[in-house]
């Protein structure tokens, strides 16, 4: 059976749909649900003289988005410990190409500092940064002048550039020191984790209050060099490790006893890891790969 036209165009622009519902919210079921609502919208039917399916299209996922996000933020604030977007998972298969594929995802370590936005902020921002709109077709979408949105992403930039300075190095780099440092902590190797991890190194954990997590950042080499070390001697031949690729960037899948334990992304600068980022709440691993490589079956 054919698709109409007005299904296949809605198709066409799913993805792209789907990416700036999930940047907006990092969570798979919430951007799924604003792209559904989207679709319902479309389907009711669009205004005449329509110029443009995607213009509309993004406008309406990006309100919907802007309200869904409002809602969830009274939610996030009563949080246990620290949130972090449920990431995008799979196993790493790391070429030069499959990395320039994925250069414009946004990893979690950007994400992390997005959450700190306003919502408009952050609308504009990924917007104007991530999905290149001019200024006046952001304007139009948030009901905003030029001027304010320029002002939006202005602040935003600013906001990140503090928070996340960005260092223009190729994936391949990190790809081969994630290597490293997840064969010295398959050998619960201290020294050879401390070696790679930058002195000021902070670890994030976001366990949800579903599981035992760090409740505040973990600051230092020793630190964060340890948390892996004693997971590996509380559970000895039982931890294993493979590289994934998180948010389209290098990262890794932590399991324990053959069940997914974490899954682990990283920022990198001047040659070691910076910072990690560490989900551990069972709800956003759902769709992890099982230890042996193939998918995990949804419990959902």
């Known amino acids: 059976m054919n698709e109409s036209p007005a299904t296949a165009t809605f198709s066409a622009l799913r993805p792209r749909l789907f990416a700036l519902a999930y940047r907006m919210l990092g969570v798979r079921a919430d951007a799924d649900d604003v ?22 299209l993004v406008t309406i ?6 309200d869904r996000l409002r809602s969830r933020q009274a939610e996030r604030a009563a949080y246990t410990g620290y949130w972090l977007p449920e990431p995008l998972m799979e196993l790493d298969e790391w070429t030069p190409e499959s ?20 919502p408009n902020e952050r609308a504009a ?20 002048s030029e001027a304010s949105c320029r002002q939006l992403v202005h602040r935003a930039q600013e906001r990140i550039r ?34 790679l991890l930058s002195d000021d190194v902070a670890l994030v954990a976001d ?12 600051h230092g080499a020793g630190r964060v060099a340890g948390s892996f070390w004693s997971l590996e001697h509380q559970n000895p031949g039982q ?6 690729r998180i948010n389209g960037h290098p990262g890794l899948l932590r399991y324990v006893d053959g069940k997914i334990e974490s899954a682990q992304a990283f920022s990198f600068a001047d040659g070691r890891i910076a910072a990690v980022y560490l989900i551990r709440n069972p709800d956003k691993l759902f769709t992890a790969p099982c230890h042996n490589g193939g998918p995990r079956p949804s419990n959902r």
């Open 35 to 56: 792209v559904q609502d989207a679709w319902l919208r479309w389907q009711g039917g669009t205004p005449e003289g329509l110029q443009s399916a995607d213009a509309w």
């Open 61 to 66: 996922t990006t309100r919907l988005a802007i």
């Open 99 to 118: 990395a320039a594929e994925q250069s414009d995802e946004v990893s979690v370590a950007l994400m992390w500092v997005l959450e700190r936005l306003a």
């Open 125 to 144: 921002w990924l917007l104007r940064e991530v999905f290149d709109q001019d200024y006046g077709d952001i304007a139009v979408i948030l009901g905003k």
């Open 162 to 195: 503090q928070e996340q300075p960005r260092f223009e190095v190729p994936q391949q780099t990190h790809h081969a020191l994630l290597q490293r440092f997840m064969l010295a902590a398959q050998q619960a190797d201290r020294d050879a984790m401390k070696g």
């Open 207 to 218: 366990g949800g209050g579903k599981v035992n997590s760090y409740l505040n950042i973990l």
């Open 239 to 244: 931890v294993n490790y493979r590289m994934a």
